[in-house]
């Protein structure tokens, strides 16, 4: 069975065709500035590159495209739609209401949109997705996976902000984590690879990339996190600035005459490796070259990038009382051996020690000297095979579901 995995943005649509007999990549695509002019779809099948700049004035018009590409005789991979089984839409934001992946029918659109105010950035994006893929491809089961549902197993010591507990409970106001996908896949692969089952393992999975997050995985399941109720909180990251004290905001606002929500904006926007390195950049490339050109400013960011992680790092073998292994994933944690370095360093006290020739590694490798009592992993995250194990999984029965005409019905 042919699984379309998506993606959507609010003004992007990733998407990737995977074959899920050999797990395989048949396509991958990307549509760019959706309702903005210059838009265009650009996707990579058989070894061939399909590009066209087309007017996509919504998500409908993108999803269009996305059929025309896929299905095209010369640049395609497929020979018509109905050679796809089931598509798996990623979902930044389940709250509460989901602890895993689900068929969409009514009753989860209609907990999507309650969950706006939680997301307003993303989960109308992929509303709009999963919106404009039902009208486009009518009848094809869906199923939405989100990034926060590996979190909900998080005990409420973990996910309680130190508040009135009214705010709890009235507006649901928590840490719910993110990229949750990431974090569970590669906690499994780390299971395989040391050869014992997840459920008596203690785990650290670092994702970092231009975002970036780390989780304590007890037994399989996520007791802790560092992104929030949003993904600002925890590390620093490409543009956000991770933890802070809150009064930093009020003071922003005031001191600089913005109002509170510019201020989360440079928080969001300006702040993590771009704002620490005086503007130089927010993408590591850029700071490791400085760093190791010798200047300041990318010293600097690279230094509390790298201290805060370390801290996450020991605060989460307190939290679990040991750890087995810890996992690189993303585009940092996958590709800098730097970056892990100037991480994991002088944690010999905590048993945790680099091999610095496995650590120049690239792929899937164990990176720790062999006397370590924890080991070190990088490995290779893939959200979209995940999303696409999930949708397998969970459409065997959804598409007698989503043919009831009751249920087509309630989708509006
Ligand atoms: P992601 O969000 O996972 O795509 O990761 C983006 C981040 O990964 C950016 O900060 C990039 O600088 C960093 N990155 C990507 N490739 C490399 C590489 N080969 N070496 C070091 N950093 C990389």
Same mark, same amino acid.
């Given at each position: 069975m042919n699984i379309l995995v998506v993606n959507a943005g609010s003004s992007s649509l990733k998407y990737q065709l995977i074959d899920m007999t050999s797990e395989s990549l048949l396509a991958k695509g990307l549509c760019e500035r959706i309702g903005i002019e210059g838009s265009n779809i650009e996707q990579k099948a058989n070894g061939r590159v399909y590009q066209k700049t087309l007017p996509l004035k919504n998500h409908t018009e993108a999803f269009g495209a996305l059929v025309g590409a896929l299905t095209d005789p010369e640049y395609g991979a497929l020979k018509d739609l109905s050679l796809i089984g089931a598509v798996g839409h990623r979902v930044v934001h389940g709250a509460e209401a989901f602890t895993g992946s689900v068929v969409i029918d009514g009753a989860v659109m209609k907990a999507l949109r309650d969950n706006i105010p939680l997301a307003p950035l993303h989960n109308p994006a992929n509303i709009m997705g999963i919106e404009a893929c039902r009208s486009v491809m009518p009848g094809v089961p869906m199923v939405a996976v989100f990034d926060t549902a590996f979190h909900q197993t998080m005990p409420r010591r973990a996910y309680l902000y130190g508040l009135p507990y009214e705010y709890y409970e009235k507006y649901r106001i928590r840490r719910y984590g993110f990229h949750g996908t990431s974090h569970r896949y590669v906690a499994s692969r780390a299971a395989a690879l040391l050869g014992k089952p997840i459920e008596r393992l203690k785990l650290i999975s670092c994702h970092m990339g231009n975002g970036s997050s780390f989780a304590a995985v007890d037994g399989g399941r996520s007791v802790d996190t560092t992104m929030g109720l949003t993904p600002l909180e925890g590390l620093i990251m490409g543009t956000r600035s991770g933890d802070?004290?809150? $009064?930093v905001i009020e003071m922003l606002a005031q001191t600089e005459g913005i109002s509170l929500k510019d201020a989360i904006g440079v928080l969001n926007k300006k702040s993590g490796l771009l704002g620490l390195s005086g503007g130089l950049s927010s993408d590591w490339r850029d700071i490791r070259a400085g760093l190791q050109a010798g200047d300041d400013a990318a010293a600097r960011a690279a230094e509390v990038f790298a201290y805060r992680a370390k801290k996450y790092i020991g605060a989460y073998i307190a939290a679990m009382n040991g750890c087995d292994a810890i996992l690189f994933t993303a585009g940092i944690g996958e590709n800098d051996g730097c970056a892990r370095e100037m991480i994991l360093k002088d944690m010999d006290y905590l048993g945790i020690e680099l091999d610095p020739e496995l650590n120049k $590694?690239?792929?899937? %490798?164990?990176?720790? %000297?062999?006397?370590?009592?924890v080991k070190v992993f990088v490995v290779p995250t893939n959200e979209e095979l995940a999303i696409a194990r999930d949708t397998l999984a969970l459409t065997g029965t959804a598409r007698a579901r989503f043919n009831t005409p009751a249920i087509e019905r309630s989708f509006a």
């Amino acid at each position: 069975m042919n699984i379309l995995v998506v993606n959507a943005g609010s003004s992007s649509l990733k998407y990737q065709l995977i074959d899920m007999t050999s797990e395989s990549l048949l396509a991958k695509g990307l549509c760019e500035r959706i309702g903005i002019e210059g838009s265009n779809i650009e996707q990579k099948a058989n070894g061939r590159v399909y590009q066209k700049t087309l007017p996509l004035k919504n998500h409908t018009e993108a999803f269009g495209a996305l059929v025309g590409a896929l299905t095209d005789p010369e640049y395609g991979a497929l020979k018509d739609l109905s050679l796809i089984g089931a598509v798996g839409h990623r979902v930044v934001h389940g709250a509460e209401a989901f602890t895993g992946s689900v068929v969409i029918d009514g009753a989860v659109m209609k907990a999507l949109r309650d969950n706006i105010p939680l997301a307003p950035l993303h989960n109308p994006a992929n509303i709009m997705g999963i919106e404009a893929c039902r009208s486009v491809m009518p009848g094809v089961p869906m199923v939405a996976v989100f990034d926060t549902a590996f979190h909900q197993t998080m005990p409420r010591r973990a996910y309680l902000y130190g508040l009135p507990y009214e705010y709890y409970e009235k507006y649901r106001i928590r840490r719910y984590g993110f990229h949750g996908t990431s974090h569970r896949y590669v906690a499994s692969r780390a299971a395989a690879l040391l050869g014992k089952p997840i459920e008596r393992l203690k785990l650290i999975s670092c994702h970092m990339g231009n975002g970036s997050s780390f989780a304590a995985v007890d037994g399989g399941r996520s007791v802790d996190t560092t992104m929030g109720l949003t993904p600002l909180e925890g590390l620093i990251m490409g543009t956000r600035s991770g933890d802070l004290d809150p $009064a930093v905001i009020e003071m922003l606002a005031q001191t600089e005459g913005i109002s509170l929500k510019d201020a989360i904006g440079v928080l969001n926007k300006k702040s993590g490796l771009l704002g620490l390195s005086g503007g130089l950049s927010s993408d590591w490339r850029d700071i490791r070259a400085g760093l190791q050109a010798g200047d300041d400013a990318a010293a600097r960011a690279a230094e509390v990038f790298a201290y805060r992680a370390k801290k996450y790092i020991g605060a989460y073998i307190a939290a679990m009382n040991g750890c087995d292994a810890i996992l690189f994933t993303a585009g940092i944690g996958e590709n800098d051996g730097c970056a892990r370095e100037m991480i994991l360093k002088d944690m010999d006290y905590l048993g945790i020690e680099l091999d610095p020739e496995l650590n120049k $590694a690239r792929g899937e %490798a164990l990176i720790s %000297a062999s006397g370590s009592r924890v080991k070190v992993f990088v490995v290779p995250t893939n959200e979209e095979l995940a999303i696409a194990r999930d949708t397998l999984a969970l459409t065997g029965t959804a598409r007698a579901r989503f043919n009831t005409p009751a249920i087509e019905r309630s989708f509006a």
